[in-house]
Nanobody, 126 residues
Framework: QVQVVESGGGLVQAGGSLSLSCTAS????????IAWFRQAPGKERQIVAA????????YYADFVKGRFTISRDYAKNAVYLQMNSLEPEDTAVYSC???????????????????WGQGTQVTVSS
């Protein structure tokens, strides 16, 4: 069992930046693929970014390419999502999820992820 905790959400004006953190106390967290998902009111959950356990394979949804950066810090047992040039359309609850991937890669669908955080609200005002 891996307990995932997100932090860093908040309110920001359009064009601003926020950094989200995803951490876990279990050392095995560093061996999991990690993804950030988001869900806006009335909309389906969508993947934002994902990173393999070794950090070499990274995925970004088209709508965040060039604006968001996912990274991981093994010393801190954490994964980060740096969000720049935020737009009102980025307003959503952002959740971090972890999964073991047998090929060392990542998944892009939510049902493949086993461990989820409680989510953190990101609100971008226009």
């Amino acid at each position: 069992q891996v307990q995932v905790v997100e932090s860093g959400g908040g309110l920001v004006q359009a064009g601003g930046s926020l950094s989200l953190s995803c951490t876990a106390s279990e050392p095995t967290f560093s061996s999991y693929a990690i993804a950030w998902f988001r869900q806006a009111p009335g909309k389906e959950r969508q993947i934002v970014a994902a990173i393999s356990w070794d950090g070499y394979r990274i995925y970004y949804a088209d709508f965040v390419k060039g604006r968001f950066t996912i990274s991981r810090d093994y010393a801190k047992n954490a994964v980060y999502l740096q969000m720049n040039s935020l737009e009102p359309e980025d307003t959503a609850v952002y959740s971090c999820a972890a999964a073991w991937h047998s090929d060392g890669s990542y998944y892009t669908t939510s049902f493949e992820y086993d461990y989820w955080g409680q989510g953190t609200q990101v609100t971008v005002s226009s």
